[in-house]
């Protein structure tokens, strides 16, 4: 399983380091927002599954009562979700350079499409599954 994550990473940065743009210095910054944006999403979806089918109970929350409701769903959106997986990506990746070692590990390199499709699927399957949840559930209710 590490490895797809290895292998995903390392085309995404093998891509970003390919561009003009990565010269600016900003490449790390880039890919550990994308990679955690992915992640963030997919995390999201295993916690609904969880929560809703699996122990029939929401418990992965936090409410912060003294702040607005928008201030407060941002604010437990970060901290549950992108934090998890943006130090999980900074460990395992960029501390100590992590990644030049990995480059050379897997140094194969798919032009950015492992990414690309990761990252689509990650961003839409959650989409297409509330779609499809609500699709079923009005043709079960008629």
């Known amino acids: 399983m590490m490895g797809v994550y290895y292998r995903i990473w390392m085309d995404f940065i093998h891509r970003v380091k390919l561009q003009p743009i990565a010269n600016q210095g900003n490449w790390k910054l880039r890919c550990m927002i994308s990679m955690s944006l992915a992640m963030a999403f997919n995390l999201i979806l295993i916690m609904t599954v969880l929560e809703k089918f699996v122990f029939k109970e929401y418990f992965y929350k936090i409410e912060f009562s003294y702040l607005p409701v928008r201030v407060n769903n941002v604010l437990s959106y970060l901290i549950l979700f992108i934090l998890p997986c943006a130090l999980m ?39 297409i599954l509330m779609w499809a949840g609500i699709f079923f559930s009005k043709i079960n209710s008629a």
Do not use: A, D, Q, T
């Open 89 to 127: 990506n900074y460990v395992l990746i960029f501390r100590n350079n992590r990644y030049e070692k990995l480059l050379n590990k897997y140094p194969y390199y798919y032009n950015g499409k492992l990414f690309i499709s990761y990252f689509l699927i990650s961003m839409f399957l959650p989409i």
